[in-house]
Nanobody, 128 residues
Framework: QVQLVESGGGLVQAGGSLRLSCATARLAFRRYAWGWFRQAPGKERELVGAISLRGSGWVYTDSVKGRFSISRDYAKNTVYLQMNSLKPEDTAVYFC?????????????????????WGQGTQVTVSS
């Protein structure tokens, strides 16, 4: 069974930074494209950003551009979401997601239903 395990959430003041991690032990890491989503109370789960299998294709939602970035560590089978200049409106549960990319494309998938595997979520709370 594939498991994605997120960590790194917490409480931070506005303007601060957090780095979320998403680790997997049973996924052929290099064969997957990755995404980060978030869900605030009473709202739909939305895309934060996504990175292609090759790593040279990515997309970020407008509200986080220039503040958030996604990276991967192949040696650790881990995907990161670096979040800087956090704002209270970034408060949400953050989820990582993965999907197999058999064509080894440079496409960053943006839709929830395009992803197969999901983490359990980690809470990020930004105080004003």
């Amino acid at each position: 069974q594939v498991q994605l395990v997120e960590s790194g959430g917490g409480l931070v003041q506005a303007g601060g930074s957090l780095r979320l991690s998403c680790a997997t032990a049973r996924l052929a890491f290099r064969r997957y494209a990755w995404g980060w989503f978030r869900q605030a109370p009473g709202k739909e789960r939305e895309l934060v950003g996504a990175i292609s299998l090759r790593g040279s294709g990515w997309v970020y939602t407008d509200s986080v551009k220039g503040r958030f970035s996604i990276s991967r560590d192949y040696a650790k089978n881990t995907v990161y979401l670096q979040m800087n200049s956090l704002k209270p409106e970034d408060t949400a549960v953050y989820f990582c997601a993965a999907r197999l990319d058999p064509d080894s494309s440079d496409y960053a998938y943006t839709e929830r239903d395009e992803y197969t595997y999901w983490g359990q979520g980690t809470q990020v709370t930004v105080s004003s």
